[in-house]
């Protein structure tokens, strides 16, 4: 059984806000300085799905990831956390895909990767947080897609996705091959192991360019961005102070009854 | 494609026992706007089984020209395959130029394939839309990178124009029993092969008291709780307020609450009208989460937490001796 898992690297999201910096002009992010590039969270628990269910089940694990050549350090992350295989496919853009560009190069190396049982997704990338690539790959591929798991099992040959909703979970179950996108909820991924790293760093990642893969992203592209700020903060803290802590406390509740917050 | 299509659309969700949900409201609010700006026509899609003539009269009511509804027993449940085919179709056949959606279990599951399938350009989670008078097109901004900042984006040639709303971001507009409108039943029917997924079971967890995306009011710990016996004073302080309890990411990680109530980028996603944030440091990953607060309130040892860059009102102090006077003196006015 073959498992896709489509990775993205991303800014680390756990920098203090402080360090949070872009061009205004370039409409992108600066990435910070010292602080490398991290496997987004999301998709970080993909890989941990397709690990959970290749040691219960044996599946081969291939990621695949787009970016510039530095994108393929998360490649190598997933491959130590023990994924089979890598692809990097080359996106040498001027301007970064937008959520239909980005499915249809994955949809491209994913048909080219040959045949899947199951294709695995972050719900959502933790720089843009559009949340749409996974949905579209599985309708470009003509599979069922099945949004923000928190499990992901394989039962009498069928899918069975337990899936968030607001008050709890929804159980569904689809045939194969299907695309399901995983959440939070899933618990933590596996660390690396060292046995793990050596491997992934010997391992030879599979190179594609959007050519060898027949994407031809003409007329794909769906949105723009206009425009990129920081939103201004305007709250200044009004330190609510008094001679004793208790006195201080009373004086913030009234306060916020005085402004008829409560 | 961009001649042909007009009006906007929006697609109503239903509460369980049949009435429209509070993001029908928002979405018939922002439709309402975007629609007069424009000097077209608000359609709402209705989909479900055996609806009401009530509920066409109510979307008119909060703002709607037209309610399309799609009546069919397999629109009972929510089934994405279902949902998504049915939207399509009714899209196809009114080719709205703008077509919205709740950022809700639903709307952000059908967004995206909804927008593959019929060639529109979507924006999720958009906290505020208006439409470019020069270009006529609908602007969506939307937090990106998790909050820290936000993007204003546009779909300029894809049709429909397609965003899903953030909850509570976008007010209704008010009730006005004399307006008019049309409703026009539209066919429902699908091939079966177009059902691949299957609704085993639905578990709805036990919440206890308000729930988080719904509170008006939420009272959020972190870390610096230290132990779960620790939340039981933010859930006494939530109580006498009225509103829900919240933790942080590292609070959920170290077992002091459970993992359902965590707020942040990959936890809940909330915009109530206080958020109380208690012993936490104001992570990035975390203000994703409350940044849409309209007041926050912060209560933290550290003077220095970035927290209080956020906060309308603070207090520096331990939580264990703030809020036993803050919970006595608030059920002394709330008593009042």
Same mark, same amino acid.
């Given at each position: 059984m073959n498992i896709i898992v489509c990775i993205k690297q991303v800014p680390d999201p756990e920098i203090p806000p402080a360090r949070f910096q872009i061009d205004p002009e370039g409409k992108k992010v600066l990435p910070p300085e010292g602080v490398a590039p991290v496997i987004s969270v999301f998709d970080e628990r993909a890989v941990e799905v397709a690990l959970r269910l290749k040691d219960k089940h044996q599946a081969k694990v291939t990621v695949i990831t787009i970016g510039p050549p530095a994108a393929k350090k998360a490649v190598r992350y997933a491959l130590s956390m023990g994924a089979d295989t890598g692809i990097h496919v080359q996106q040498d853009m001027v301007e970064e895909p937008d959520s239909f560009e980005s499915a249809h190069i994955l949809a491209r190396a994913i048909e080219k990767a040959g045949e899947y049982s199951l294709i695995l997704c972050g719900?959502? =990338? =933790? &720089?843009? &947080? =559009?949340?749409q690539v996974g949905s579209i790959i599985a309708e470009n591929l003509g599979i069922p897609v099945l949004t923000v798991a928190r499990k992901v099992d394989l039962i009498d040959g069928k899918w069975r996705v337990e899936s968030v909703i607001q008050d709890g979970y929804r159980i569904m179950q689809t045939p194969m091959p299907a695309l399901v996108t995983v959440s939070s909820e899933i618990g933590l991924p596996r660390l690396p192991t060292g046995i793990g790293i050596i491997k992934a760093t010997k391992a030879k990642i599979i190179e594609w360019s959007l050519n060898d893969i027949g994407a031809?992203?003409?007329?794909?592209r769906r949105s723009e961005i206009l425009k990129l700020y920081i939103p201004v903060r305007e709250a200044k803290c009004h330190i609510v102070e008094a001679d004793t802590v208790p006195e201080a406390a009373q004086k913030l509740a009234l306060r916020l009854r005085e402004v008829k917050i409560i | 494609m961009i001649a042909e299509s007009k009006g906007v659309m929006i697609c109503a969700e239903l509460v369980v026992n049949g009435g429209l949900a509070a993001i029908s409201m928002e979405l018939l609010g922002v439709g309402r706007n975007l629609a007069d700006n424009l000097g077209e026509e608000l359609s709402v899609l209705l989909m479900g089984s055996e609806i009401g003539p009530s509920l066409s009269l109510e979307a008119i009511a909060c703002g709607a020209d037209r309610v399309y509804v799609a009546d069919?027993?397999?629109?009972s449940l929510y089934n994405s395959d279902v949902y998504t085919e049915v939207a399509a179709k009714v899209c196809r056949q009114v080719k709205p130029s703008i077509m919205l959606l709740g950022q809700t279990d639903m709307g952000r599951d059908i967004a995206p394939r909804l927008a593959a399938r019929i060639g529109g350009g979507l924006a999720m989670d958009c906290i505020d839309l208006s439409i470019d008078h020069e270009t006529g097109l609908m602007l969506q901004t939307r937090p990106v990178f998790g909050g820290n900042a936000r993007a204003v984006m546009v779909t300029p040639t894809a049709r429909p124009q397609m965003a899903t709303i953030r909850p509570k971001t976008m007010p209704p507009i008010g009730r006005d029993e004399t307006r008019q409108g049309d409703v026009v039943s539209v066919e429902a029917s699908m091939e079966e092969s177009v059902i691949k997924t299957e609704i085993i079971e639905i578990v709805q967890e036990e919440v206890t008291g308000v729930k988080l995306e719904e509170a008006d009011i939420i009272v959020t710990g972190g870390r610096g709780i230290g132990s779960a016996e620790g939340f039981e004073i933010i859930r006494e302080l939530s109580q006498v307020l009225g509103g829900a309890v919240g933790a942080t990411r590292a609070a959920c990680d170290e077992g002091m609450a459970p993992a359902p109530i965590q707020v942040g980028q990959t936890g809940k996603i909330v915009s109530p009208n206080l958020y109380i944030a208690i012993a936490l440091s104001g992570a990035v990953q975390h203000l994703a989460g409350c940044s849409g607060s309209k007041h926050i309130v912060a209560i933290n040892t550290d003077p220095e937490a970035y927290i209080f860059k956020v906060a309308e009102f603070g207090i520096i102090g331990n939580y264990k001796e703030v809020l036993p006077p803050l919970i006595e003196k608030c059920r002394e006015l709330l008593a009042q």
């Open positions: 719900r959502q =990338a =933790a &720089d843009w &947080d =559009a949340g031809d992203l003409s007329g794909i | 069919n027993p397999l629109l």
